[in-house]
């Protein structure tokens, strides 16, 4: 390879490596032309698997900042440089990988941090970010909703005369819950996959349990006038 071509690869793999939120590392031995483009397809628009040369790779990992172990640049590499959901690359690949055993998924880096093979698989097993969202919307969903019955209820017993403390007392404690709950999901969502032991929704499981205890105190207890 010339010297400008050389120092073209390398300065687009270092563009690889710094637009792309995680990359992994595989050897392709054995595979077919028919079973890359397979991988390719596979792994959708956000995601670019290239044919590798080892030293290059190391070149233009180093300029980007990213340390390479010496290990995963061993035989005939190819890259996924994964610009979309790392979550569903890993998926991609595993399952590529048990239609094609000869697919060697090597290891690769996540948010800045070296990951194993291991550790890219159990990756694969997470749900994508796009459905513990969901989860996440259903779950406070309902808990906004029992909010509201309990807050409409004290609302009309306002209305009709009850003493204003026990309620306005019940609202202000469940206001900053609400507010918890929504700051919670953010960062649930925020954390890198790889370190959560736990889907998103059980994340905010606390939080969510918070509005439920501040608003399931009897509305007729909460309006009553002490005995004297």
């Known amino acids: 390879m010339a010297r400008s071509d050389k120092e073209t690869a390398v300065a687009e793999l270092t563009e690889d490596f710094r637009s792309s939120s ?5 050897e392709y031995r054995g595979l077919t032309v028919a079973s890359m483009k397979e991988l390719r397809r ?16 190391k070149i233009a990992a180093k300029a980007a900042g990213v340390d ?4 995963l640049l061993v035989g005939p590499s190819a890259v996924a440089f994964i610009k ?19 697919l060697v998924i ?3 880096v996540f ?8 550790e890219i698989m159990k990756l694969a097993d997470l749900e994508s970010r796009e459905v513990l969202l969901a ?11 029992k909010a509201a019955r309990t807050f409409d209820a004290l609302r009309m017993k306002l209305e009709e ?3 204003v403390a026990a309620p306005v007392e019940v609202i202000a404690e469940a206001a900053p819950a609400v507010e918890a709950v929504v700051e919670t999901a953010v960062e649930a969502v925020d954390t890198p996959v790889i370190e959560a032991e736990a889907p998103v929704v059980e994340a905010v499981t606390a939080e969510t349990n918070v509005i439920a205890e501040a608003t399931e105190t009897p509305v007729a207890d909460a309006t009553e006038t002490p005995a004297e």
Do not use: C, R, W
């Open 135 to 145: 989860k996440l919307a259903g779950a406070m969903k309902g808990t906004m909703a």
């Open 111 to 118: 948010e800045g941090k070296a990951v194993s093979t291991a």
């Open 68 to 71: 390479l172990s010496d290990d």
């Open 161 to 163: 005369g009850a003493p």
């Open 106 to 108: 090597k290891g690769g």
């Open 22 to 26: 995680a990359t992994v590392l595989t």
């Open 42 to 57: 596979s792994l959708g628009t956000d995601t670019k698997y290239s044919v590798v040369k080892n030293t290059l790779t």
């Open 84 to 102: 979309g959901d790392p979550i569903d690359a890993a998926k991609s690949l595993k399952n590529f990988q048990k239609e094609h055993p000869l």
